[in-house]
């Protein structure tokens, strides 16, 4: 998907580095043969290709993230919307070549008439997907979280229990360090390379960040980041430089920080704090970067 992972570890020493790598990265190529963008051959290629009207069976495994994703989609309003490829690609952040100038209205007007998560018919009996045309999914704000998930239940089902696995920037801690004390992760200060807002103890749990300050381009005076919303077709303001989510999966952590993002600190922080989500908002502000953080995030750090 365009992106690496690590892992950290503690294991018998009979159980050699090399093939415990080898079996990760297994598991990784099966996510990414389904759902990459940048493979054309993936699974999700093949659907975006499909022609309108086809009926698509897809793997359970793509289904689940697709389904999650349309759910928090109609949760948020269609605020987060997996269908935004067309936009994302008219921006250059998807798999084709990067983009140093902004899209004229015109390219813009034609990526909006395909994006819509209500367009796609899903048959979860069947787990069937439905083209209707034009229709192109973008995963790449999930299925690098279900990824961690997926490692995570592999390491598990291997007898490895004490873990901190990362795919591009999205974490997952099991068990403890070889000191027994529990995996501690830093939260980066955006725009300031080497500095961290906080570090929190990650026991059993996920975290992923979305920020705006890794995949960017200034054209002009304007900065565009990756964060784009299909209500204007335009890349989000820069005002919200990260968002970090807690949960018990990274298939759930992961989408809802780009959610956060395309809400905005206010509708973000309400529907978080509505539902007890341990999220937190890094501000751009006149004075410099401000933390927001909802009462399940600050337990955390207390953690």
Sequence with gaps: MGTSWSLRLIAPDERPVAAIGQGVQSQLDSVDSSMSTYKPDSELSRFNRASGGTWCTVSPAMFEVVEHAFVLARDTDGAYDPTVGPLVNAWGFGPDAPRTRAPDEATLIAARARVGWQRIAIDPDTCRLLQPGGAYLDLSSIAKGYAVDVVG???????????????????????????????????EMPDLPDR???????????????????????????????????RSGQPVPSAVASVSVLARRALHADPLGTA??????????????????????????????????TPAFAAALQA
């Design 153 to 187: 239940d592999w390491l598990i089902d291997q007898g490895l229990q004490n873990w901190l696995v990362e795919v591009g920037g999205e974490m997952k801690a099991h068990g403890c360090k070889p000191d027994g004390t529990p995996w501690r992760i830093g939260i």
């Design 260 to 293: 956060m993002t395309l809400l905005g600190p206010e509708r973000g922080l309400a529907y978080a704090q509505a539902r007890d989500l341990a999220v937190l908002f890094v501000m751009r502000t006149p004075d410099g970067l401000e933390p927001r953080l």
């Design 196 to 230: 961290y807002f906080c570090s929190l103890a990650l026991r059993d749990r996920a975290i992923a960040t979305s920020g705006d300050y890794r995949r960017r381009f200034a054209d002009r005076d304007t900065i565009y980041s990756h964060h784009i919303d299909v």
